[in-house]
C-alpha cells in the first residue's frame, strides 16, 4: 500500500506542475498579433 500511495502523490505533483506551467503561460505571455500575407503562385490557383 505504500508504493501505491506514493505513485499517487508523485502523479498528484506533476499534475500540479503542469497545471501551474499552463497557467503561468497563461498569465504572462501575450501573443504578438499582426497582419499575415502569402504569395500563392498562379499555377495552384488555376491548375491545368
Known sequence: MPTLF???VFVG???GLA????FALVTFVEPKQ???T???PPE????K
Do not use: D, H
Not at 19 to 22: D, L, N, P, R, V
Open 19 to 22: 497545471y501551474g506551467a499552463m
Open 34 to 36: 499582426g497582419e499575415m
Open 44 to 47: 495552384k490557383l488555376n491548375p
Open 6 to 8: 506514493r505513485f499517487l
Open 13 to 15: 505533483i506533476m499534475a
Open 38 to 40: 502569402e504569395r500563392v
